[in-house]
T-cell receptor
């Protein structure tokens, strides 16, 4: 089945620590992959996207993601987390012509 | 610089009532979609449109209707609201799915 899996429902990190959020996809020879962030009460904002080329993608707010075809993964990383990064993060995968399939999300808590 | 505008932001309905959730974008995007967001389930596609006059069903279309008479507007109609339709609804648009969506800020709907 076409799907995106985010295995971590909730992650807590200390401010200044590094962050990695996991995403695995299971469909597509040429996957189109995205990471979105949702702050409380807000819509989703695009952080970064990948569809070809360099497998390390830079996004906004200091985030990056690495596409690894051998592991079917597209993990999101940030070297040093800020308190304002506390939010919910969604991985998404373009499946077919007309849909983005979203994962179930990972909620990030940042502690001082 | 409006982007995607959704109205209303909050709504409470009684079971069996009907209503229309409004969505408008000013970016001349051809693609528009409606998603619902439920805890632990991520975002699920309800209906989408690839241009004026063209709509199609997503993953969870039952109980919802859409139309696309103009490029700018993509309203979502609940014909007879049910408690299972309690959710947060997001409208999104894009010129091309490989670019990712621009999301509205959402409508929180409660059906009692």
């Amino acid at each position: 089945a076409q799907s995106v899996t985010q295995p971590d429902i909730h992650i807590t990190v200390s401010e200044g620590a590094s962050l990695e959020l996991r995403c695995n996809y299971s469909y597509g020879a040429t996957p189109y992959l995205f990471w979105y962030v949702q702050s409380p009460g807000q819509g989703l904002q695009l952080l970064l996207k990948y569809f070809s080329g360099d497998t390390l993608v830079q996004g906004i707010k200091g985030f990056e993601a690495e596409f690894k075809r051998s592991q079917s993964s597209f993990n999101l990383r940030k070297p040093s987390v800020h308190w304002s990064d506390a939010a919910e993060y969604f991985c998404a995968h373009k499946t077919g012509a007309n849909n983005l399939f979203f994962g179930t999300g990972t909620r990030l808590t940042v502690i001082p | 610089n409006a982007g995607v505008t959704q109205t209303p932001k909050f709504q409470v309905l009684k079971t069996g009532q009907s209503m229309t959730l409004q969505c408008a974008q000013d970016m001349n995007h051809e693609y528009m979609s409606w998603y619902r967001q439920d805890p632990g389930m991520g975002l699920r596609l309800i209906h989408y449109s690839v241009g004026a006059g063209i709509t199609d069903q997503g993953e969870v279309p039952n109980g919802y209707n859409v139309s696309r008479s103009t490029t700018e507007d993509f309203p979502l109609r609940l014909l007879s609201a049910a408690p299972s339709q309690t959710s947060v609804y997001f409208c999104a648009s894009t010129t091309d799915l490989i670019d990712g969506y621009t999301f509205g800020s959402g409508t929180r709907l409660t059906v009692v």
